[in-house]
C-alpha cells in the first residue's frame, strides 16, 4: 500500500492538488484528506507533478537489422524507460519474410519476458502474405492480445509489401478489429537513389536523408491512405518525416479519412555541407 501526500496531480483533462492511495499496484483513491490503512507506506510529493507513467508506442529493444542489433536490449530499454517516467512499452515483433507469424512472437517473448523492468506489449510486422499469414494474424488478435499490425512500403526485398499484398493484410485487420501501421515510404525509387548517392560517392550518414525526399514519402503516404480508405480501415502512419506527408494526412483526416501519425525530424545537419550534383 502507498499513500503519495502533498502532490499536484496531473491527468489529461486538468491537475488538482490532491493525495493519491496505492493498493495492490493500483489507484483507489485520489483526494484530499484521504482515509488510507494503518502501516501504509507515505511518500511525500509535496512540491512535485503526480502523473501517469508514460506509454511509448513505438520501440525497437534488441531489434536485428541488417546485420546488426540494437544496442538496448529489454533489460538496459526498460529500465532506462522508467527511469525516465515511461512505465509501459510497446516494442515490434519484426522479422524476415517467410518467417512464421507466431513463431517470430515467441522469439520475442523469449527475449523479453525475463529482462523487461517494466509493462510491455507489441505490434507484430507483416513482411509477407499467404494463408497462413491471414490465420496467425487472426491467432495473434484473438488468443495472443495483439491489436496492431505494422506493414512497410520501404525496405525492397526486405521487409516491402507492394500494394495487392498491402490491400490484403489491411482487409484482414479490418475483419479482426487490428490497427493497421505503415511505413509509409517508396521503396522502389529509394533504392534507384540509393544506388545514385554511391555512384556519386556518397557514403556518409547524409546520404541516408538524400535518397529520401519529401515527395518520395508523400507519395507512399497518400498511396498507404487510398488503400486503407478503400477498404474502410483505420490506419496509424509511422513516423512521419516531412510537411509533405503530414499536408497529405491533414487533407485525408480533412476528408474523413481514419488516420493518425506520430512524427520524427530529420536535422538538416545531416546535409551540411553536401552537395548533390
Not at 546520404?207 to 507519395?219: I, K, N, Q, S, W
Request: with cysteine.
Amino acid at each position: 500500500r502507498l499513500h503519495i501526500k502533498g502532490g499536484r496531480v496531473v491527468n489529461a483533462d486538468c491537475s488538482v492538488d490532491a493525495d493519491v492511495y496505492i493498493e495492490n499496484g493500483l489507484i483507489v483513491k485520489v483526494g484530499k484528506n484521504l482515509d488510507v490503512p494503518g502501516g501504509t507506506r507515505v511518500v511525500d510529493a509535496s512540491g512535485k507533478l503526480v502523473m501517469p507513467g508514460g506509454i511509448d508506442t513505438h520501440t525497437h529493444m534488441q531489434l536485428p537489422f541488417m546485420g546488426t542489433f540494437a544496442v538496448d536490449d529489454f533489460y538496459v530499454g526498460t529500465k532506462a524507460a522508467i527511469a525516465g517516467g515511461t512505465t509501459m512499452i510497446i516494442d515490434f515483433v519484426l522479422d524476415q519474410k517467410g518467417v512464421s507469424l507466431i513463431e517470430a512472437y515467441d522469439k520475442w517473448r523469449g527475449w523479453a519476458d525475463p529482462k523487461v523492468c517494466c509493462d510491455y506489449s507489441f505490434h507484430i510486422a507483416v513482411t509477407w502474405w499467404s494463408p497462413q499469414v491471414k490465420s496467425e494474424m487472426a491467432e495473434l488478435a484473438k488468443n495472443r492480445g495483439i491489436n496492431s499490425f505494422k506493414m512497410f512500403m520501404a525496405y525492397k526485398d526486405v521487409f516491402m509489401l507492394d500494394d495487392s499484398e498491402l490491400y490484403e493484410v489491411y482487409k484482414n485487420c479490418r475483419e479482426l478489429g487490428a490497427l493497421a501501421m505503415m511505413h509509409a515510404e517508396n521503396g522502389h525509387v529509394i533504392q534507384h537513389e540509393q544506388e545514385r548517392m554511391l555512384n556519386l560517392g556518397i557514403t556518409g550518414p547524409e546520404g541516408h536523408a538524400l535518397c529520401r525526399p519529401e515527395d518520395v514519402e508523400a507519395e507512399a503516404t497518400g498511396r498507404a491512405i487510398m488503400i486503407a480508405n478503400r477498404l474502410n480501415c483505420p490506419m496509424y502512419i509511422v513516423h512521419v518525416m516531412s510537411k509533405s506527408s503530414a499536408d497529405v494526412i491533414v487533407q485525408a483526416r480533412k476528408q474523413g479519412n481514419c488516420c493518425r501519425h506520430n512524427v520524427m525530424l530529420i536535422s538538416s545537419v545531416m546535409l551540411k555541407n553536401c552537395t548533390l550534383l
